[in-house]
């Protein structure tokens, strides 16, 4: 079936070191994959998205790689800020283009 | 902003009660699409609205519903509510059924279901 899994579920970084998260998706025929910031309380907030003619996508400390043969897809932040702490949940389209599966999130906490 | 609102922002219902939650999508969007997050969850899809027909849906019962608008806003019922309804209520609005990529959600209805 469609199934999005992400790890870890928490993540704690030190400030200004590297945190990653990972994805699996189920169908290959998937072809989008998002990322979305939760702070407490808030609305998901798309930080960054990859389509499946592309391998890596960047902006600014973020950036996003994707296999497609091991279906798998990954956030890096680089130079980790307090201000990053936050859900992180990944995404993947399914089904025709109409719905997007979330994985299960990853709370990152930076620590100063 | 993201141009897509939602209201009320917070709600308090008893089982069995019913509730209409409401979201007007961007300017320019067709395409509405609503999400349930429960409490250390990730969003869900309940269903997709286009052009005033629903366009998908996900694994939720008979008594999730919803309507869109000629202007493409859209309600979402939920009838004889139970306690695990309980959560954030997210939509989402994309220029089109096959466009969804990069679409963002409104700021919410939080529901609590007593």
């Known amino acids: 079936g469609e199934n999005v899994e992400q790890h870890p579920s928490t993540l704690s970084v030190q400030e200004g070191d590297s945190a990653v998260i990972k994805c699996t998706y189920s169908d290959s025929a998937s072809n989008y994959f998002p990322w979305y910031k939760q702070e407490l309380g808030k609305r998901p907030q798309l930080i960054i998205d990859i389509r499946s003619n592309v391998g890596e996508k960047k902006d600014q400390r973020i950036a996003v790689t994707l296999n497609k043969t091991a279906k798998h897809f990954s956030l890096h932040i680089t130079e980790t800020q307090p201000e990053d702490s936050a859900v992180y949940f990944c995404?993947?389209?399914?089904?025709?283009?109409?719905?997007?599966?979330f994985g299960t999130g990853t709370r990152l906490t930076i620590i100063p | 902003e993201t141009g897509v609102t939602q209201s009320p922002t917070h709600l308090i219902k008893t089982r069995g009660q019913q509730v209409t939650l409401r979201c007007s999508s961007q300017s320019g969007h067709n395409t509405v699409s609503w999400y349930q997050q429960a409490l250390g969850q990730g969003p869900q899809f309940i269903f997709q609205?286009?052009?005033?027909?629903?366009?998908g849906r996900g694994n939720f019962p008979p008594r999730f519903s919803g309507l869109q608008f000629p202007n493409y806003s859209s309600e979402l019922n939920v009838n004889a509510l139970e306690l695990d309804d309980s959560a954030l209520y997210l939509c989402?609005?994309?220029?089109?059924?096959?466009?969804?990529?990069?679409?963002?959600f409104g700021s919410g209805t939080r529901l609590t279901v007593v």
């Open positions: 609205y286009y052009r005033e027909e629903e366009n």
């Open positions: 995404a993947a389209l399914f089904g025709g283009n109409e719905k997007l599966t």
């Open positions: 989402a609005s994309s220029p089109s059924r096959d466009r969804v990529y990069g679409y963002t």
